[in-house]
């Protein structure tokens, strides 16, 4: 963003925060997101909670893995770092990073947040290659609230984030902007729902499997 500074132009940046730049942005609040998904896998009885973050991070990214171990301790849950999985950020980078995993013998816990729906539906399809079940053997919740989240098998639990909202306050902080009504930068984050389906239960006893990690 550097070479934009300068310019003195009206300028707005949309799903990335900026934290440290003054610049004005609208994205999802990542951390209240991730919050609720670390509270619903807790309230259904899970302690060993896992993430499969993107091994292409991007600011959003950094934000829900940072969030995520946030929010184990608030919650008091023990925060394993081996927990934490790298995995590419496509549907199909996720597919074949999580067969990876389970091809070198790594066990899961019987919980896992993906950083975004892409990675949680190709893990799913590496899980069942594997006999992992979803949500039998493993609840898993993804992010962004994608419409083929709903198609899934199961229907993934996620996140949604409403690109509609965060679209109308960008305009209306640039239009703000352009008129002079907004002097300094605005930052702002549009809050998220989670949408509970079918790829989470009530955690129970783990089977026997040399790929679950036992409670």
Not at 92 to 107: D, F, H, N, P
Not at 169 to 177: K, P
């Amino acid at each position: 963003m550097a070479p934009f500074l300068p310019l003195e132009k009206p300028l707005l940046v949309v799903d990335n925060s900026l934290s440290c730049l003054p610049v004005s942005s609208v994205t999802m609040d990542n951390q209240l997101a991730i919050f609720s998904v670390v509270e619903h896998l807790a309230q259904l009885g899970y302690k060993k909670i896992g993430f499969f973050y993107n091994s292409l991070p991007a600011s959003n990214d950094q934000e829900r893995r940072a969030a995520f171990q946030n929010a184990m301790h608030h919650l008091g849950l023990p925060f394993d770092t081996r927990l934490v999985f790298p995995v590419f950020p496509t549907m199909e980078g996720a597919y074949r990073s999580t067969r990876e995993l389970l091809e070198a013998g790594v066990a899961l816990p019987s919980a896992i947040v993906a950083n975004n729906d892409s990675i949680a539906i190709g893990a799913m399809r590496a899980l069942k290659d594997f006999g992992l079940r979803v949500p039998e053997d493993i609840s898993i919740v993804g992010f962004d609230g994608l419409p083929f989240s709903a198609l899934a098998d199961p229907p993934l639990t996620t996140v949604n984030v409403s690109c509609e909202d965060i679209g109308y306050w960008a305009m209306q902080i640039l239009l703000n902007t352009i008129n002079g009504l907004c002097t300094t930068p605005c930052k702002m984050v549009i809050g998220t729902q989670l949408n509970v389906r079918g790829s989470t239960i009530p955690a129970h006893p783990v089977r026997p499997h040399p790929l679950l990690l036992p409670d």
